[in-house]
């Protein structure tokens, strides 16, 4: 089964930050538009941030200025990095695959890992 891996994350206090890690042990994650999404319990899961094979990236606005999202596709990684959180941010972030479509960023996402817990709490 193929597999996505994220790792980074933790406790933190309000103001904080963290870098979320994603890497798998299956895909080269270079050829693919990758995703972050956060789930808080009892809420919906949203869309965080994206990057494209070529490196087009995009964010959810409340999130604008605080995460960035990047690739290093010699360590087959992708990263959210995380600043100024807040306790609103606490939420399992997951990491996704879109199809090799084409569609950049846009459409479905069909490769999902565990997830990795942020608390954002003083």
């Known amino acids: 089964q193929v597999q996505l891996v994220e790792s980074g994350g933790g406790l933190v206090h309000p103001g904080g930050s963290l870098r979320l890690s994603c890497s798998s042990p299956?895909?080269?994650?270079?050829?693919?538009?990758i995703g972050w999404f956060r789930q808080a319990p009892g809420k919906e899961r949203e869309v965080i941030s994206c990057?494209?094979?070529?490196?087009?990236?995009d964010y959810r606005d409340s999130v604008k200025g605080r995460f960035t999202i990047s690739r290093d596709n010699g360590q087959n990684m992708v990263y959210l990095s995380m600043t100024s959180l807040r306790p609103e941010d606490s939420a399992a972030y997951h990491c996704?695959?879109?199809?090799?479509?084409?569609?950049?960023?846009?459409?479905?996402?069909?490769?999902w890992g565990q997830g990795t817990q942020v608390t954002v709490s003083s």
């Open positions: 990057i494209t094979s070529d490196y087009k990236t």
């Open positions: 996704a695959t879109r199809p090799l479509d084409g569609m950049g960023c846009q459409g479905e996402y069909d490769i």
């Open positions: 299956d895909l080269t994650l270079k050829y693919y538009a």
